[in-house]
């Protein structure tokens, strides 16, 4: 199973961003500055930008879903319930896992932003796809909840999982690091040697590693061992 990005190029005005790599089984974080292209990239890896020269190509991959940083994008139903069984799932099994068992009947677009969030992450991991692209997951969740989704996505065995995310502390154990430097999409390598050369680290990442802490990964209980560490 694999996603390889052939010479992928996207140019808007003086904007450029470019990939050529391949996407195995685990999960991928990629990083970048605010602009840099991570949202365009993810909608060229779903097959949603047909403007995209080059080719995305998908060998073994039988179910997909990409989930966009905004929720509210994704709702069909007019009741939490409803939205739930759209999906196929069991609305109290969903509620009950993510604390909003109250919200049952309410429309979902009167919910937080952060209610509405963890919604919309419970039903798509209920499912296991092939391949799963997550533009920004972890948006108006606090940490509880960050820590949450950060371990179901680590216990994801099979199919390819892509993350494009700004996040600084919390992050789920990682096969490889991705960032996106001048334009391009480039491979910092597998944890722990991905970490090192990973331009984008988050302050704490770079903290840890400047006072010699061995980091197995960046899953987020991984920081906080090498943190307590001697």
Same mark, same amino acid.
């Given at each position: 199973?694999?996603?390889?990005? /052939?010479?992928?190029?996207?140019?808007?005005?003086?904007?450029? *961003?470019?990939? /050529?790599?391949?996407?195995?089984?685990?999960?991928? &974080?990629?990083?970048?500055?605010?602009?840099?292209?991570?949202?365009?990239?993810?909608?060229?890896?779903?097959? &949603?930008?047909?403007?995209?020269?080059?080719?995305? #190509?998908?060998?073994?991959?039988?179910?997909?879903?990409?989930?966009?940083?905004?929720?509210?994008?994704?709702?069909?139903?007019?009741?939490?319930? =409803? %939205?739930?069984?759209?999906?196929?799932?069991?609305?109290?099994?969903?509620?009950?896992?993510?604390?909003?068992?109250?919200?049952?009947?309410?429309?979902?677009?009167?919910l937080s932003?952060? %209610?509405?969030?963890?919604?919309?992450?419970?039903? $798509?991991?209920?499912?296991?796809?092939?391949?799963?692209?997550? /533009?920004?997951?972890?948006?108006?969740?606090? #940490?509880?909840?960050?820590?949450?989704?950060?371990? *179901?996505?680590?216990?994801?065995?099979?199919?390819?999982? *892509? &993350?494009?995310?700004h996040e600084?502390?919390?992050?789920?154990?990682?096969?490889? $690091?991705?960032? $996106?430097?001048?334009?391009?999409?480039?491979?910092?390598?597998?944890?722990?040697?991905?970490?090192?050369?990973?331009?984008?680290?988050?302050? @704490?990442?770079?903290?840890?590693?400047?006072?010699?802490? @061995?980091?197995?990964?960046?899953?987020?209980?991984?920081?906080? =061992?090498?943190?307590?560490?001697?």
């Open positions: 199973m694999k996603l390889a990005l /052939d010479r992928v190029s996207i140019t808007r005005g003086s904007w450029h *961003i470019s990939a /050529d790599c391949t996407f195995t089984e685990g999960i991928h &974080l990629i990083s970048g500055d605010v602009g840099s292209g991570k949202s365009t990239l993810a909608r060229v890896m779903a097959g &949603l930008l047909p403007e995209a020269t080059g080719s995305v #190509v998908a060998e073994g991959i039988g179910s997909q879903m990409i989930s966009f940083q905004f929720p509210e994008y994704h709702i069909t139903a007019t009741t939490v319930h =409803e %939205e739930c069984e759209s999906w196929g799932l069991d609305p109290k099994t969903i509620l009950s896992a993510i604390g909003l068992t109250d919200k049952y009947d309410r429309d979902p677009l009167r932003r952060g %209610e509405l969030k963890r919604l919309h992450l419970a039903c $798509i991991l209920a499912h296991r796809y092939d391949l799963l692209i997550l /533009d920004e997951p972890f948006s108006s969740l606090d #940490v509880c909840e960050k820590q949450r989704i950060c371990r *179901i996505l680590s216990g994801r065995e099979q199919g390819i999982t *892509i &993350l494009f995310t600084q502390a919390i992050f789920p154990r990682v096969g490889q $690091i991705w960032e $996106i430097r001048d334009g391009k999409l480039n491979s910092c390598g597998s944890p722990p040697d991905g970490i090192r050369n990973w331009q984008h680290a988050p302050a @704490v990442i770079k903290r840890l590693m400047a006072k010699k802490k @061995v980091l197995k990964n960046i899953f987020f209980e991984d920081l906080e =061992e090498a943190a307590c560490g001697t």
